[in-house]
């Protein structure tokens, strides 16, 4: 069984900066693309970035120059660097890994539990 767990979200002022975190716990082979959506309340999910196996990275035009994305695969985490945050970054967010548990299984995605975060004007 595989969980992402997500960390990092909380309350910030306009201008501020979070750190989102996820890591993918159980028995893993591979994971391919890991990515970061966000649900704003009475909003449709939507990609904020993603990145791939090979560190190539694609992000929603608007967090583009504010938010990084990044990878360790090492330890199976993905992070989302948030700078520069407004009043309109407020929402839940969640991770979504493409991942691969064993060769006898195939590649399925998986998505954290989501965590809020809220930003203050």
């Known amino acids: 069984q595989v969980q992402l767990v997500e960390s990092g979200g909380g309350l910030v002022q306009a201008g501020g900066s979070l750190r989102l975190s996820c890591a993918a716990s159980?028995?893993?082979?591979?994971?391919?693309?890991m990515g970061w959506y966000r649900q704003a309340t009475g909003k449709q999910r939507e990609l904020v970035a993603r990145?791939?196996?090979?560190?190539?990275?694609n992000y929603a035009d608007f967090v583009k120059g504010r938010f990084t994305i990044s990878r360790d695969n090492a330890k199976n985490t993905v992070y989302l660097q948030m700078n520069n945050l407004n009043h309109e970054d407020t929402a839940v967010y969640f991770c979504n890994e493409n991942i691969r548990l064993s060769v006898w299984h195939p590649r399925d995605v998986y998505w954290g539990q989501g965590t809020q975060v809220t930003v203050s004007s």
């Open positions: 990145i791939s196996s090979g560190g190539g990275t």
């Open positions: 159980g028995t893993i082979l591979s994971i391919n693309e």
